[in-house]
């Protein structure tokens, strides 16, 4: 996968209502996406600064897999431009700082000027 525009981030979110073949009949949300999905509903602009995909829980989930690798494909997950540097990075893959999970994907957010910081 190529970044449809390489100056923005982007950010991979389990899609919602998923099935998981380890609890067959099952379904369920990722409480972790949704917490990143809140904030992108409170702060409309940021679909505008960041790439967004919703994908589907079953793995290997190739559009992550192509930027940060198989062993990096835990959701949510915030891939940085090339070149760009965060002290909130969990890892580097393929010249892609990523940023992994509801609360680091967040703190990053801020630390880019693209959403305030959380009240105290």
């Known amino acids: 996968m190529t970044l449809a525009d390489p100056n923005k981030a982007v950010l ?3 899609a919602p209502d998923f099935e998981d073949a380890k609890f067959p ?7 972790h996406s949704a917490l990143v999905e809140g904030v992108l509903v409170s702060f409309p602009a940021l679909v505008e600064a960041i790439d967004v995909h919703r994908i589907a829980f079953p793995r290997p989930r ?3 897999v192509a ?3 198989e062993a990096n494909q835990a959701l949510p997950v915030l891939v940085l431009p090339a070149g760009e540097t965060s002290p909130h990075a969990s ?3 393929n010249g892609h700082q ?3 999970g509801a609360e680091r994907i967040i703190d990053a957010l801020v630390g880019r000027d693209l959403i ?5």
Do not use: I, K, T, Y
């Not at 009949?25 to 409480?31: E, I, M």
């Not at 305030?116 to 105290?120: D, G, L, N, V």
């Open 67 to 69: 930027l940060v690798g």
């Open 12 to 14: 991979f979110l389990l």
């Open 91 to 93: 890892g580097e893959a």
């Open 98 to 100: 990523f940023v992994s």
């Open 116 to 120: 305030p910081p959380a009240h105290p």
């Open 25 to 31: 009949g099952q379904h369920f949300f990722c409480r």
């Open 62 to 64: 190739a559009e992550v």
